[in-house]
């Protein structure tokens, strides 16, 4: 029998390739391959879809996230509240613009920030919060704006993880004051090749983003800021606006297999699964369950991965370390234990093949070889 894999995005191809390759040509044979009608277009109807007024393409997520922190002036005396449990992406831009990342523990059973922490960790510096969308799961918005609204301070969703994902109805990144997204290949919309986008209402923070990707220049050869380079391609563009059409079917797939995995894992005391929250429509970028069996290592969780990989079925661990214990950070003087939920969930986590083409038949075999790990 042949691998299960995290991700295929071969089968992907096989559905789209003919689509995608028509419009590759189109922007190939047209001569003009940055900027241009295919990044206008894309950035429209992005912005269309998830119902903002305005969308800027740029380089990748993490373009993205840094572009939002410098609008907004975000730097050196400034604090930023995020999760410690989230891609390395999320708290490098956070020191990149020079601002402290202050790190707040997680609920388990979501694996986004806690919301009854958040308020105990805003300062007079604090000025925004970055709720991470993980795993495709949106964050309590509610909670979120109502705290941002109190404090006067902004919010920046990433949303890298969860394009499409809703919270009341509403988008993720159409909520805070800017949302952020990745095309990275693995997203639940991915380019081929990196990709970024900011979305949001607010017409001035669009145009200073507009401004800090291109070099800081609103004008040709006239410099108001330092900026960076940071672009969209046309080639990313125009492959992205063949997959926003099929994206809400494909987090449709994605949550139907969620929907199945919880169904099979159900009679395994030693697994529990992610449970989607009340008001929220989880788009399953990630399928990671926690196995609780012995929670204070990792040793048992890895024991059953390799097992796992001996009967072909491929998992990941989304995170092994959590930010605040990374080496990065030891400046930042966090001690382990002091976000003993986050420290509890990394080493419990696994991820489980996920993506819209897997099969039944896979699914099946995914948890009999899980199964026989017990
Ligand atoms: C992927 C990811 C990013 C960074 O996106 P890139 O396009 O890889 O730069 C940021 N935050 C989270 C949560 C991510 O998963």
Redesign the pocket.
């Known amino acids: 029998m042949n691998n299960i894999p995290p991700l295929d995005l071969k089968r992907q191809y096989q559905v789209i390739g003919a689509q995608v390759s028509a419009a590759v040509q189109e922007v190939l044979t047209s001569g003009y391959y940055i900027g241009g009608s295919p990044v206008k277009s894309f950035e429209q109807q992005f912005a269309a879809y998830l119902g903002t007024a305005e969308g800027v393409g740029c380089n ?3 373009d993205a ?1 840094y572009l939002a922190l410098r609008a907004l002036q975000i730097g050196p005396g400034d604090e930023v509240i995020t999760t410690s449990f ?2 390395i ?2 708290a490098e831009v956070i020191t990149a613009v020079g601002a402290k990342p202050v790190f707040v523990d997680i609920d388990a059973a979501t694996f986004n920030l806690d919301i009854t922490k958040i308020a105990g960790a805003i300062t007079e510096k604090t000025k925004a919060i970055i709720p ?1 969308h ?1 795993f495709g799961q949106p964050v309590d918005m509610d909670a979120i704006m109502s705290l941002a609204q109190a404090h006067d301070i902004v919010v920046i969703e ?1 949303c ?2 969860a394009a499409g994902a809703r919270w009341r109805g509403k988008k993720v990144g159409s909520i805070g004051h800017l949302g952020c997204f ?3 290949p693995t ?1 639940n919309l991915g380019a081929c090749g ?1 990709g ?1 986008a900011v979305v949001t209402n607010d017409e001035n923070l669009a145009a200073s983003i507009r401004m800090l990707k291109a070099h800081g220049s609103n004008q040709r050869y006239y410099h108001e800021a330092t900026g960076i380079n940071s672009r969209l391609d046309a080639l990313q563009a125009a492959i992205l606006s063949i997959k926003l059409a099929y994206l809400d079917q494909w987090n449709d797939a994605r949550r139907q297999l969620a929907a199945t995995y919880q169904q099979l894992l159900q009679p395994l005391p030693e697994v529990v699964v992610p449970q989607e929250t009340p008001n929220a429509h989880a788009v399953w970028n990630q399928y990671t369950i926690r196995l609780t069996k012995d929670s204070s290592s990792s040793s048992d969780r890895d024991q059953v991965r390799n097992q796992l990989q001996q009967r072909g079925v491929i998992s990941m661990v989304y995170y092994p370390i959590p930010l605040h214990l990374q080496p990065v950070y030891q400046n930042l003087g966090y001690q382990p234990g002091d976000l003993p939920v986050t420290e509890q969930v990394c080493h419990q986590v696994l991820s489980l093949p996920m993506f819209p083409e897997l099969s039944l038949e896979e699914q099946q075999q995914v948890v009999y070889a899980l199964k026989d790990c017990f």
């Open positions: 990748s997520g993490t996230l989230t891609f992406a999320t991470v993980l990433d890298a993880q990745s095309f990275f997203k990196d970024g």
